[in-house]
């Protein structure tokens, strides 16, 4: 299982000209390979990795990113594990019941679930956490993203507002949030109450000798609700309404791994009213018995939903599918509900793989083609000797999120708990 004292990993630093040290050309050549650290410096690009000796490697990423390389230096590093707080996909977002500070930690990705419709200023997730905020008292609300290593560099969007009954439809989001901050600048973000004051560091009127002032969210930065690489770190604030429901998306840039402090404030008081979301499954499993495979799942709440129907199949890339077994759903539920059936009779010589369906009562149909099961009933028995998120980063056996369990007989299996 994971180790909980300290993993050894690599650091290279990257040398550029001075004009590539930006955010966007860092994106650029490192949102496409898997890293567990990234970062800007005034001088440098540093990447984290697993492996050693790589420094031909990392040139060529940034090469093949059209990023001039002067020089490439690595060194073995020494870091502490960390464990995922929350879930990485926003079906399996945490209910922030509280304006106090709660520390909260970044592990991975989980499901890519930006796209080019709802991520406003965002990029990609790196190491993402989605939140419901649920308004019981109306006014101004703030925010404030504390890292807990300062050099960390923490990005955000905020969508909504929505309602009980809307949220879970909208999560993940289908359109562009309404705040969003993807500062290059490290150190706490968040949503502050915008104030009168020097706008500008610039003069302004007759030959810019006077002062230039306006409504601004931080020094010499005038207010926004979205801003860029270029960005101060700060949006306005949020003036809400009792019962409107707002969907948080956390995401650490840096793919450092390390926790924040995730506070509130102004006049707004976050509930703890459960927002009812259609299905929201937890887990799904597969066990292998002398009578058969017995499929398991998991849901945490439910709306409007009909049944849950399981589909096998061996060769899952044909898209050759049987429908296996049906069973009847709660249709509206806010507590956990359990549910299992028996796959009598599944394949003895190929690997058999699983699928979850859920009909709503309008009959529409939701495929949870990222919880894909497979299990080989050729294989007695294993054991389970590491396990591993989406990133490649080593997690602990009970982690939420879509996983993939290393066998001691050299198998793979992806799971999602």
Same mark, same amino acid.
């Given at each position: 299982m994971a180790n909980s &004292? %300290?993993?050894?990993?690599? !650091?290279?630093?990257?040398? #550029?000209?001075? $004009?590539?040290?930006?955010?966007?050309?860092?994106?650029?050549?490192?949102?496409?390979?898997?890293?567990?650290?990234?970062?800007?410096?005034?001088?440098?690009?540093?990447?984290?990795?697993?492996?050693?000796?790589?420094?031909?490697?990392?040139?060529?990423?940034?090469?093949?990113?059209?990023?001039?390389?002067?020089?490439?230096?690595?060194?073995?590093?020494?870091?502490?594990?960390?464990?995922?707080?929350?879930?990485?996909?926003?079906? &399996? %977002?945490?209910?922030?019941? !509280?304006?106090?500070?709660? #520390?909260?930690? $970044?592990?991975?990705?989980g499901t890519q679930e930006l796209t080019g419709s709802n991520q406003g200023c965002l990029g990609i997730e790196h190491q993402s956490s989605w939140y419901y905020l649920n308004v019981q008292t109306g006014g101004t609300l703030t925010m404030t993203i504390a890292p807990t290593n300062g050099g960390d560099d923490y990005d955000f969007a905020i969508w909504g507002p929505f309602t009980t009954a809307t949220a879970g439809a909208n999560c993940p989001p289908v359109s562009a949030p309404i705040r969003c901050s993807y500062s290059s600048a490290t150190g706490n973000t968040g949503l502050m109450i915008p104030y009168t004051g020097q706008s500008s560091s610039f003069g302004c009127g007759f030959l810019g000798l006077f002062a230039c002032t306006g409504t601004i969210t931080s020094t010499n930065n005038p207010v926004d609700n979205s801003e860029g690489a270029g960005g101060d770190k700060w949006v306005g604030n949020l003036n809400t309404t009792a019962n409107q429901i707002y969907i948080l998306l956390v995401d650490n840039f840096s793919n450092s791994g390390q926790p924040y402090n995730l506070s509130f404030g102004g006049t707004s008081v976050l509930g703890c009213t459960p927002v009812v979301l259609p299905a929201g499954l937890t887990a799904f499993?597969?066990?292998?018995?002398?009578?058969?495979?017995?499929?398991?799942?998991?849901?945490?709440?439910?709306?409007?939903?009909?049944?849950?129907?399981?589909?096998?199949?061996?060769?899952?890339?044909?898209?050759?599918?049987?429908?296996?077994?049906?069973?009847?759903?709660?249709?509206?539920?806010?507590?956990?509900?359990?549910?299992?059936?028996?796959?009598?009779?599944?394949?003895?010589?190929?690997?058999?793989?699983?699928?979850?369906?859920?009909?709503?009562?309008?009959?529409?149909?939701?495929?949870?083609?990222?919880?894909?099961?497979?299990?080989?009933?050729?294989v007695v028995s294993k054991k389970v000797e590491r396990v591993f998120n989406t990133m490649g980063q080593e997690v602990d056996e009970n982690c939420k999120g879509v996983v993939i369990y290393y066998y001691s007989d050299g198998t793979t299996e992806r799971v999602y708990r």
């Open positions: &004292a %300290a993993l050894a990993q690599s !650091s290279y630093k990257i040398f #550029t000209p001075y $004009s590539y040290l930006t955010k966007n050309y860092l994106a650029s050549a490192t949102d496409n390979i898997p890293n567990l650290g990234q970062y800007v410096f005034d001088n440098r690009f540093e990447l984290v990795l697993e492996q050693e000796h790589a420094e031909n490697y990392v040139r060529s990423i940034f090469e093949s990113a059209g990023i001039p390389v002067l020089n490439v230096t690595g060194s073995k590093i020494m870091v502490p594990f960390k464990e995922k707080a929350g879930g990485n996909n926003c079906e &399996a %977002a945490e209910l922030l019941c !509280s304006n106090t500070s709660q #520390t909260a930690n $970044s592990g991975g990705a499993n597969v066990q292998k018995t002398s009578q058969g495979n017995i499929l398991s799942w998991t849901t945490e709440t439910e709306d409007r939903s009909n049944f849950f129907t399981v589909e096998w199949t061996t060769d899952p890339a044909s898209g050759n599918w049987k429908e296996i077994a049906q069973v009847p759903a709660q249709g509206q539920s806010q507590e956990s509900h359990d549910y299992s059936t028996l796959h009598a009779i599944p394949s003895q010589t190929e690997v058999n793989y699983y699928r979850l369906n859920l009909t709503d009562l309008d009959g529409s149909r939701t495929t949870y083609d990222a919880n894909l099961l497979s299990a080989d009933n050729g």
